[in-house]
């Protein structure tokens, strides 16, 4: 549990090729384990076949030659043979041989013979032998007992001890060579798949890794070479895509920027103009009519002069008072969104030709931020600007509705329509033309909103935004 959590902790960590190697790696352990088990389990099954016939057969060669010196009671002879039999086979732990009663008649033990082997009963089978495998410090023990005059009951009976050295030699060393072949194929599969990783995955991996920290540093121009086909180069492509358009739109930001503080300029100019030219030359004769009125004493003269004066200054009061509005209009600052609407919408319908129907909802006691309520009313300027410009319509439906966490806002015209797909930005752009449609969608995003224009030749314009609320 401890090390499954420990582990847990650490694998995230862990580089991708790291896994992947230690997985496949894994996985061939698992497989050389079970096939090395595999084959240690066939390969002692029949060595212990071949120990079978071996024990038999020495139990049966110790008994057939011994029938001569147990005929004429040549012990001597009998303790050669099994001595012979010890020193030819390794395999074999002893012999000894048991009289009519079961009493061990010779046996190759050094010190003592141990009793518990009087206590083993062979039942000699049809074949002619009786064999018993048991476990014992030194291995298993197969123990053969062979009749030696087989028509005798119960008569003498050679028993062969065989231990199963030469069996277990084998197997350690089959199981040794294996062992060592698994590890070179492991040596050589870890370095295989290192080598595939590192190519296929890890330096694809590591120049889009590469590319997008350079992106997010701020670089746009990083392109990621896509030179396969697998789900990293699919990864790649969307990459390139990606960059390519935050370029584009970070251009086209850049581009709106500066004809926002071009335009900003401009307005300036003219401003600087109007007040120098107009309301500056109209104080300037002001002053210049009164200091000439100052030496005046004609009193029907001063009188006239005032009324000029007074007219003169009304003029200028209104220029101002134009001029101001021109900056901010003051009813969006003094009195919201609503009024600003209704009086701006109310001026357009005295000099357009055509019916304006303004419906604005929510907003009775509500104050929005200055960012939208000023984006909402530059937007309807522009439409309205739009509709008056290209539209050629006869009603205009203006619906704004303030919702408790969304801002709904429809311009519909029965105009002429036109194709909007023409004057997105990628259409139209470096022809410099088509500014405020643009500069709609900028607006509106800039404070997280939707635009999206329903249009089609001679079906009219409607434009739709929605812009989000904070609570
Ligand atoms: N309400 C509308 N009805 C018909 N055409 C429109 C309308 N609004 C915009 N358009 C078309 O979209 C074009 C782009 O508008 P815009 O980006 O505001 O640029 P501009 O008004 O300077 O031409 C206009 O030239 C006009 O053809
Ligand atoms: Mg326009």
């Known amino acids: 549990m401890n090390i499954i959590s420990r582990l847990k902790g650490k694998v995230p960590a862990l580089g991708i090729r790291t896994k992947v190697v230690g997985i496949v790696l894994g996985l061939t352990i698992v497989l050389m384990l079970c096939t090395v088990f595999y084959v240690h389990t066939i390969l002692r099954d029949a060595l212990a076949e071949q120990l079978d016939q071996k024990s038999i057969s020495i139990a049966r060669d110790v008994a057939a030659r011994s029938v001569e010196p147990l005929l004429t009671g040549n012990i001597f002879n009998l303790h050669q043979l099994v001595y012979h039999t010890l020193e030819n086979n390794k395999d074999v732990a002893y012999v000894f041989f048991t009289d009519d009663d079961g009493n061990v008649l010779i046996h190759t033990f050094k010190e003592y013979f141990p009793p518990d082997l009087l206590d083993v009963k062979h039942e000699i089978s049809k074949k002619g032998y009786s064999l018993k495998k048991f476990q014992t410090e030194e291995g298993v023990l197969w123990e053969v007992a062979v009749p030696v005059f087989p028509s005798q009951e119960p ?4 028993r062969v001890g065989v231990v199963d050295y030469s069996l277990q030699d084998a197997l350690a060393t089959a199981t040794r060579r294996l062992l060592l072949i698994f590890a070179a194929t492991f040596v050589i599969v870890s370095t295989i798949v290192f080598f595939i990783t590192t190519f296929t995955t890890i330096r694809p991996l590591n120049s889009l890794l590469k590319s997008v920290q ?3 540093g ?6 990621v070479k896509v030179s396969s086909k697998d789900e990293l180069s699919a990864l790649a492509e969307a990459f390139n895509i ?5 370029a584009q739109a970070q251009l086209a930001r850049d581009r709106l920027l500066k004809r926002l503080i071009s335009s900003q300029e401009e307005e300036r100019r003219r401003i600087s103009r109007e007040l120098h030219d107009e309301t500056g030359q109209m104080l300037n004769t002001l002053m210049i009519s009164l200091s000439l009125l100052q030496e005046s004493s004609n009193l029907d ?6 009324v000029e004066f007074r007219r003169l200054l009304l003029q200028s009061l209104e220029q101002v008072r134009l001029l101001v509005w021109r900056l901010t209009p003051a009813p969006l600052v003094d009195l919201g969104l609503k009024a600003a609407l209704e009086t701006f919408v109310s001026k357009y319908r005295e000099s357009a030709g055509w019916e304006i129907d303004l ?3 929510g907003l009775e006691k509500r104050r929005l931020s200055p960012e939208i309520e000023i984006c909402i009313y ?11 410009r290209h539209a050629d319509a006869e009603n205009v439906n203006i619906l704004l509705d303030c919702r408790k966490e969304i801002l709904l806002l429809t311009i519909e015209d029965d105009g002429v329509g036109f194709e909007p797909e023409e004057f997105k930005e990628e259409n139209v752009q470096g022809t410099g033309a088509s500014f405020g449609l643009i500069s709609m969608r900028e607006r509106i995003s800039l404070v997280g909103g939707e635009f999206k224009i329903i ?3 001679g079906y009219g314009t409607t434009l739709d935004i929605n812009i989000p609320l904070l609570p």
Not at 242 to 246: A, I, K, P, Q, V
């Open 155 to 158: 008569g003498k009976v050679a």
């Open 218 to 223: 701020g670089d746009l121009s990083q392109k």
């Open 455 to 457: 249009s089609s030749p």
């Open 359 to 361: 419906q604005i909802e």
């Open 378 to 388: 530059r937007v309807t300027q522009e439409a309205l600007t739009n509709i008056a």
């Open 214 to 216: 350079a992106v997010a």
């Open 301 to 306: 003269e001063l009188e006239q002069k005032t």
């Open 242 to 246: 990606m960059t390519g358009r935050l």
